[in-house]
């Protein structure tokens, strides 16, 4: 699941897979998987709720294929979360 400090520093080009660009970026990195960095999940109800609904995600995905997992995690926990829900629901994702 890749890393689990809550920052990290990483090189901006470790995100992509090709070749080398021209210029190097340094970023700070945040871990905003469920249960890191809980003051800023906190201050961010739309962040926080991504949050969990990525962890409810992946927990379905020990049951049941990836479609039946976030479809599961949609109509069962996050429709009663009204900020996850207009942001689903604002993107078309829903």
């Known amino acids: 699941m890749g890393r689990r400090e809550e ?3 990483q090189n901006l080009s470790e995100s ?15 871990n905003i998987n469920y249960g890191h960095n809980g003051e800023l ?6 962040l926080n709720g991504y949050a969990k609904f990525v962890s409810m995600v992946r927990e379905n995905l020990e049951m049941m294929e990836l479609p ?3 479809e599961h995690a949609v109509t069962v926990h ?3 979360n009204q900020n996850i829900h207009t942001v689903l629901v604002g993107h078309a994702a829903f």
């Not at 992509?16 to 945040?30: L, N, Q, S």
């Not at 999940?41 to 739309?46: A, D, G, H, I, R």
Request: contains cysteine; hydrophobic residues 40%.
């Open 7 to 9: 920052t990290f520093t």
């Open 16 to 30: 992509f897979a090709g070749d080398e660009g021209c210029i190097e970026v340094v970023v700070r990195t945040y």
């Open 41 to 46: 999940l906190e201050k961010c109800p739309t």
């Open 68 to 70: 039946k997992a976030v």
């Open 78 to 80: 996050f429709l009663r």
